[in-house]
């Protein structure tokens, strides 16, 4: 019974040092605490002695236990870096979910299979997808998206010539009252809604004039503010 005595007290102590960091507090306190640890310890190892029979069963059963506590433990201390796993993985399963992460001030974006990266952006509290084209001078809304929006049509003015490949196009200036991806949150962001159907949305440049800057590296748009 002794042996079953001193390996609860051990693993007690042991669980206690996992979770808040010490063996026991200072003071009258220890003594109390070390009182009340030996008693129940004694009354397992009584309940343990009793039931040897099945002792094998038991150890493993108990060990298990162990095992799962110590690493929830861990899971619960490395919960911020665990999250942004989790977010990376979300990300490359859906090509367009933002990356938030724990540092203030920034987001990443992961590319798609086809190297592009694509990116839901809440606008006016709509989810709208867009494709990120810098090469574009403004974000360009497809035509489809605007009652999404609360964009009348017939209320624009196309009047800005635009060229494409497939010749010129009118594009009618709007402005988005509020942008968000992720934590980032910008008012009044210019933009223009193409005349014609788009297969995307653009994400252009009058989207990224307004962060303090971007980079790509090794699939990765991360965007800072």
């Known amino acids: ?29 220890a003594l109390s605490q ?36 110590c690493l929830l433990v861990l899971m619960y201390g490395y919960r911020h870096e665990l999250g942004g796993v989790k977010a990376r993985f979300l990300a490359t399963l859906m090509p367009g979910r933002a990356v938030a992460q724990q540092s203030a001030g920034q987001v990443q ?11 839901m952006l809440t606008i006016n509290g709509e989810p709208i997808p867009f494709l990120v084209d810098t090469g574009a001078s403004a974000i360009v809304l497809a035509p489809q998206v605007l009652s999404r929006l609360g964009l009348d049509r017939r209320k ?33 962001v210019p933009a223009v809604v193409n005349q014609t159907a788009m297969d995307n949305s653009l994400l252009g440049m009058s989207f990224f004039k307004r962060l303090k800057s971007y980079r790509v590296d090794a699939g990765v748009m991360t965007l800072y503010w």
């Open 1 to 29: 019974m002794l042996g079953y005595l001193l390996l609860l007290v051990a693993g007690v102590l042991l669980l206690r040092w996992l979770v808040v960091g010490d063996w026991l507090p200072g003071g009258d306190a």
């Open 34 to 69: 070390l009182g009340y640890l030996l008693l129940i310890s004694a009354m397992v190892a009584s309940w343990l002695v009793q039931r040897q029979g099945r002792m094998g069963v038991l150890l493993r059963q108990v060990a298990g236990w162990l095992g799962v506590v």
């Open 109 to 119: 974006i992961v590319a798609s299979q086809g190297g592009h990266f694509r990116v």
């Open 156 to 188: 624009l003015r196309f009047t800005q010539p635009f060229q494409t490949a497939n010749g010129q196009v009118f594009n009618a200036p709007v402005i988005l009252q509020d942008v968000q991806l992720g934590d980032l949150h910008l008012q009044r």
